[in-house]
């Protein structure tokens, strides 16, 4: 069963305008969300997060919308980017045992043309 | 560079040999994790160490799969009797913990081939 979901594997947009990457959860449980970039060949790095308390956290050119009722959360970045090509991760954590441990979906790759 | 190392960054071995991966998390860091992620996938949790002690394994973990953080510092996981299904790459992460959340940040990876 997979708790974190990013249903789109690719997402095309040209440079200036705006992406948004989407993903659904299905844990109630889970108490913070986190966004991270990967680029081939490297370990994925983390972009941007929110706490299950707030609906909106934004770092620049991220935002991150985060809508509890429906247990989705959405990454836009605008002005796109060619170097924000790569594969987008969203990822859940829920208190237990401390570890704060990840759940990851599968990852959107993302495409900015110039 | 002060971020999260692994090595080695390639490792191929046949079906049966044993493999041995280390991680050197980011030195003020007390928490450590292993993730392993196939292709098409996201990464998927493996276990925690915090310290130390390993407090967290996912039943991924076979017991095939034994992972150790002596002092607290550097971390090492090993495989015995790799199968080919154990290919794929193997993230180690660490953060600190002081309360609350923050990002894991993660090392480059090791890419494991099982031919």
């Known amino acids: 069963d997979q708790q974190v979901k990013q249903n789109s594997p690719s997402l095309s947009v040209q440079e200036g305008r705006i992406s948004i990457l989407n993903c659904d959860y299905t844990n109630s449980m889970f108490d913070y969300f986190l966004w991270y970039k990967k680029y081939p060949a490297e370990g994925p790095t983390f972009l941007i997060s929110?706490?299950?308390?707030?609906d909106k956290n934004e770092d620049g050119r991220f935002t991150v919308f985060l809508n509890k009722s429906a247990k989705h959360l959405s990454l836009h970045i605008v002005p796109s980017q060619p170097g924000d090509s790569a594969v987008y991760f969203c990822?859940?954590?829920?208190?237990?045992?401390?570890?704060?441990?990840?759940?990851f979906g599968k990852g959107t790759k993302l495409s900015v043309i110039p | 560079d002060t971020g999260v190392s692994q090595d080695p960054r390639h490792k191929i071995t046949k079906r049966g040999q044993n493999v041995t991966f280390r991680c050197d998390p980011i030195s003020e860091h007390n928490r450590l994790y292993w993730y392993r992620q196939t292709l098409g996938q996201g990464p998927e949790f493996l276990t925690y160490?915090?310290?130390?002690?390993?407090?967290?394994k996912s039943r991924l973990l076979s017991d095939r799969f034994s992972a150790e953080r002596p002092k607290g510092s550097f971390s090492t996981l090993e495989i015995q009797r790799t199968e080919q299904g154990d290919s794929a790459m193997y993230l180690c992460?660490?953060?600190?913990?002081?309360?609350?959340?923050?990002?894991?940040?993660f090392g480059p990876g090791t890419r494991l081939t099982v031919l």
């Open positions: 990822a859940a954590s829920a208190p237990g045992a401390g570890s704060y441990q990840l759940t």
């Open positions: 992460a660490s953060n600190s913990g002081t309360g609350g959340y923050n990002g894991q940040f």
């Open positions: 160490f915090q310290n130390e002690a390993q407090l967290e």
């Open positions: 929110i706490s299950s308390i707030k």
